[in-house]
C-alpha cells in the first residue's frame, strides 16, 4: 500500500514565526526577477546570458511582456524610442531639466523634475491615441475598421476632449518622424511582422478629421508610435511609459550640455524679454488710523547705545 499523501502546505501547522516569515516572502511577490547571492535572473533568463546578447529595446519587451521578442519587433519598437527622445529646448520637460541644473540641481533632480511634468497634457498624448485607436477598434469587432466606425468614435471623443491626440502640431506642418515611422510599419505589416490593423485605423482617423475640418491635420509622433505600440500589442496605459523611457534620454543629454555651460539661474525666458503684466495700474494702499500718509516720509526710529 503506497503512504498516505503529506499534507497539504496550508494544513501543517506552522509557528507564529513561519507564518510571519511566508507573509514577508510574499508581500513584494513578482514574476520579474529572481535574486539570490550570486544569482540574478529576469524572467528566468541568468542576467550573464543577457548581458551583450539583448539590446535594450529587446530587455525592455522582455520586461514588460515576459518573453523575448522577435527581432523585427525589437526593431520596430526601437525606432519609435529613438523618433522620440527629443523635441528641443521649447519642450517643457527638456525647458524644465535645463532650469534645475542652473538652479544647481544634480542630473538625478533634474531628470525627475523634467518627468514629473510629462502628464495628461504634455506627455500623455501617445496614450490617448492608443485608446482611441483601441476604441475604433473595438467599435470595428473582429472586422476591419471603416470610416463610419471612426466617426462613431471621433464623435464620442470630442464631445469629451478639446483636442484628437495625435494628429496636428504647433510646429511642424507635417511631422517629419510619423511618415518614416509608418513606412516602417508598413515594411513590418509586408513581412508579417506586425498585422497593418492599427496603421489602417491611424489613417482613417486623419482621414476622418480632414472631412470635419475641409483641412489636412497630419499625425504627428504621439500618432505615430501609437500606431507602432498598438501594432506590437502593447496596452495603451503603458504607452506614456514608453514615451519618458524615450524623452528621458533627451532629458538627460540637456541636462547635462546646460551642466557644462554653466549657466546659473535660467529662467523660461532672457531677462531682456519682459513678460505682460495684467494687473491694476499703480495704486496706494490708504493709511490706517495713525499711521502716517505714504507720500509722506517717516521719521527714522531714535537709535539707541547697547548698554
Same mark, same amino acid.
Given at each position: 500500500m503506497p503512504p498516505p499523501n503529506p499534507p497539504a502546505d496550508d494544513a501543517v501547522p506552522r509557528s507564529p514565526a513561519e507564518v510571519a516569515l511566508a507573509q514577508a516572502s510574499a508581500w513584494w511577490s513578482t514574476s520579474i526577477i529572481r535574486m539570490e547571492p550570486g544569482r540574478i535572473e529576469i524572467r528566468g533568463y541568468p542576467i550573464e546570458e543577457l548581458i551583450g546578447t539583448l539590446r535594450f529595446p529587446e530587455m525592455i519587451w522582455l520586461m514588460l511582456r515576459g518573453e523575448v521578442p522577435q527581432p523585427a519587433q525589437a526593431a520596430l519598437l526601437?525606432?519609435?524610442?529613438?523618433?522620440?527622445?527629443?523635441?528641443?529646448? &521649447?519642450?517643457p520637460s527638456i525647458a524644465i531639466s535645463r532650469m534645475a541644473v542652473s538652479c544647481g540641481v544634480a542630473l538625478n533632480g533634474a531628470m525627475a523634475s523634467a518627468i514629473n511634468v510629462l502628464d495628461d497634457v504634455h506627455g500623455g498624448a501617445g496614450e490617448q491615441c492608443m485608446e482611441l485607436y483601441a476604441a475604433v477598434a473595438s467599435a470595428a469587432g473582429g472586422a476591419v475598421a471603416g470610416s463610419m466606425h471612426v466617426h462613431g468614435v471621433l464623435a464620442q471623443y470630442q464631445r469629451e476632449h478639446r483636442f484628437v491626440p495625435g494628429f496636428g502640431h504647433r510646429f511642424h506642418p507635417v511631422d517629419p518622424r510619423a511618415p518614416r515611422l509608418l513606412g516602417l510599419v508598413d515594411e513590418a505589416c509586408r513581412a508579417g511582422v506586425v498585422s497593418g490593423r492599427f496603421a489602417h485605423i491611424g489613417r482613417l482617423v486623419?482621414?476622418?478629421l480632414r472631412e470635419q475640418k475641409g483641412k489636412s491635420i497630419?499625425?504627428? $509622433?504621439?500618432?505615430?508610435?501609437? *500606431?507602432? !505600440?498598438?501594432?506590437?500589442? !502593447?496596452?495603451p496605459a503603458l504607452g506614456r511609459g514608453l514615451f519618458i523611457l524615450s524623452r528621458a *534620454?533627451? $532629458?538627460?543629454?540637456?541636462?547635462?550640455?546646460?551642466?557644462? &555651460?554653466?549657466?546659473? $539661474?535660467?529662467?523660461?525666458?532672457?531677462?531682456? $524679454?519682459?513678460?505682460?503684466?495684467?494687473?491694476?495700474?499703480?495704486?496706494? !494702499?490708504?493709511?490706517?488710523?495713525?499711521?502716517?500718509? !505714504?507720500d509722506q516720509p517717516v521719521a527714522p526710529a531714535a537709535r539707541t547705545r547697547p548698554r
Open positions: 526601437e525606432a519609435a524610442l529613438v523618433a522620440a527622445v527629443d523635441h528641443g529646448p &521649447q519642450a486623419e482621414q476622418g497630419p499625425m504627428n $509622433i504621439d500618432g505615430a508610435t501609437s *500606431v507602432v !505600440f498598438c501594432e506590437l500589442g !502593447f496596452e *534620454v533627451g $532629458i538627460l543629454a540637456h541636462a547635462w550640455e546646460q551642466r557644462g &555651460q554653466k549657466g546659473r $539661474i535660467k529662467g523660461p525666458m532672457p531677462p531682456a $524679454i519682459p513678460y505682460r503684466y495684467e494687473g491694476p495700474s499703480t495704486r496706494h !494702499f490708504a493709511p490706517r488710523g495713525g499711521d502716517a500718509p !505714504f
